[in-house]
């Protein structure tokens, strides 16, 4: 091997197998840290082979752990994690193992830039293979809009390319369809000249004056210019509202009177010029990977004030609830320009007439407090699915089956069955939001937690 090969009692073997939630606690019976594409090839045959699962790890943020397969083969994408630009080109070339961060600072030091999440410790692969969402979507659409071309090992360990000129069939299942078809150990992505500045603006109002100012703030999401995405954060204290402006900050506080005329005048905010590379670091956890965690996703094609009301009661009758300090925050972001402006069946990516996406999201460190904060999250979640669309492949937590259908339309997943059976018939990639095969029950990932308080979805 070109890398190195872990098992149980092995250094650094406990370092490998931790991703993102400190609740998944799986082990593996080898990980593989792929050094090369060879690499890449060998581990696949050899987990074919022995007949063990494969778990596929870069940034290792699926809040189910799919990356850590019990007793089967992790397959460690992290040494391959180079990112080179073409600047004259406006192209990078971004190796399957790469983080967001890398991405970035590689582009940023010629003042460009690409759709990269907002989260710069997030895997590229996982990130980019579900459609990608982040502070340039609506400038220049998803992650998955600004891919050429891609790399991947097959089922068969086999290597092959994919882009509109090149298998284009799963050039388009490979832009929102997940990790089901393979492992992607190349991106090339287009580059766009965004400078290095950006605004963040954050405005909060304390639950007295929450409903009214999320109301205002709903009816700016239609007009707001591109690129500006609003945001919005409800918890304990109420709701925070404002938005992110990636650019040259002065044009970003151009909107700043718009924004305030209209949501009123604030308890506490901030007004805060930074560069992008700060703000794509911004929501980053210092603490790494020592939190627990649990979510729920939901797509929103419209925001009615029933809908409002619900996010703000949080799951519960009032939004206070028995243990209110258990009770999840529910974050949302806007979508709609640039995204919208891609047809529907270019990519698998799917519901580009989403208005606003918001997940109920619980970070907590005691396990003691596991169940409540999985059940609370899980009602407050139900609850906005009552106005939703659809969600977000990469939103998903233990959602399974049904789950996969909220994210992909029938005549999407149709496609994407018929992909899955040309390249994966086997299902030997399932250890993600799976699709599979004709004939062949879909894979439900493990949950979060083996003590799941409340059945799966």
Known sequence: MDGELIRPGDAGYDAARRVWNAMVDRRPLVVVRCASVRDVQDAVRMAHEQGLEIGVKCGGHSVVGQAVPQDGLMIDLTPLRAAVVDPAGRRARVQGGALLGALDEAAQAYGLATTAGNVSHTGVGGLTLGGGMGWLARQYGLTCDNVE?????????????????????????????????????????????????????????????????????????????????????????????????????????????????????????????????????????????????????????????????????????????????LLPYVSLQAYGGAIADVPDDATAFSHRDTLVEAVAAARWVDPAEDAARIAATRRCGTAIAEYASGVYVNALSDDGVEGVRRAYPPAKLARLTALKDRWDPGNVFHLNHNIAPTGRRAHVANPVDRRDPEPTR
Do not use: C
């Open 149 to 325: 071309s891609l790399e991947l090992v097959t089922a068969a360990g086999d290597v092959v390319r994919a882009s509109v000129d090149e298998n284009p069939e799963l050039f388009w299942g490979l832009r929102g369809g997940g990790g089901n078809f393979g492992v992607v150990t190349e991106f090339e992505f287009r580059l766009h000249p965004t400078g290095t500045r950006a605004l963040v603006v954050e405005q909060r109002f304390p639950r007295p004056a929450a409903a009214a100012a999320f109301r205002a703030w709903r009816d700016l999401l239609p007009s707001a210019p591109r690129a500006v995405t609003l945001t919005a954060v409800v918890d304990d204290d109420g709701v925070e509202l404002g938005y992110v402006h990636v650019g040259d900050p002065d044009d970003g506080l151009a909107y700043l009177p718009v924004f305030s005329a209209a949501v009123g005048t604030p308890a506490a905010g901030r007004v805060e010029p930074m560069s992008y590379l700060e703000l794509q670091r911004m929501q980053d956890t210092p603490q790494g990977h020592e939190s627990r965690r649990y979510w729920k996703g939901n797509y929103l094609r419209s925001l009615p004030d029933e809908a409002i009301d619900t996010m703000l009661r949080r799951g519960t009758e009032d939004g206070s609830g028995d243990a209110p300090d």
